[in-house]
Nanobody, 128 residues
Framework: DVQLQASGGGLVQAGGSLRLSCTVS????????IGWFRQGPGKEREGVTC????????WYSSSVKGRFTISIDYAGDTVYLQMNSLKPEDTAVYYC?????????????????????WGKGTQVTVSS
């Protein structure tokens, strides 16, 4: 049974940092990608970043590239999202999700596509 648990959200001032964690159980590390998505108030779901657990390759949306870093801890079955230089427009509920890499890339780029496994979201609020 695959489960994802996101944590680490909170309230931070603009320019600050937060680190989100996504703990994954169910033995999918090694052949699935883990993605982070966010949905701000009144906005459509947005793909943020992903990491392919098979080879560690990563992808970032243009809105976060250079500010966010995704990493993976294979020993702890955890994916981290380090968010630096946060902006008010980063305010959203952040979700981690897992699927094969092709499905993950599709979901990151187009919100009409889903992911096989989703965790509950964690709220990130950036004040100006």
């Amino acid at each position: 049974d695959v489960q994802l648990q996101a944590s680490g959200g909170g309230l931070v001032q603009a320019g600050g940092s937060l680190r989100l964690s996504c703990t994954v159980s169910g033995g999918i590390f090694g052949d699935h990608a883990i993605g982070w998505f966010r949905q701000g108030p009144g906005k459509e779901r947005e793909g943020v970043t992903c990491i392919d657990s098979s080879d560690g390759s990563t992808w970032y949306s243009s809105s976060v590239k250079g500010r966010f870093t995704i990493s993976i801890d294979y020993a702890g079955d955890t994916v981290y999202l380090q968010m630096n230089s946060l902006k008010p427009e980063d305010t959203a509920v952040y979700y981690c999700a897992a699927d094969l890499i092709t499905a993950t890339m599709a979901a990151l780029k187009d919100p009409q596509y889903g992911m096989s496994y989703w965790g509950k979201g964690t709220q990130v609020t950036v004040s100006s």
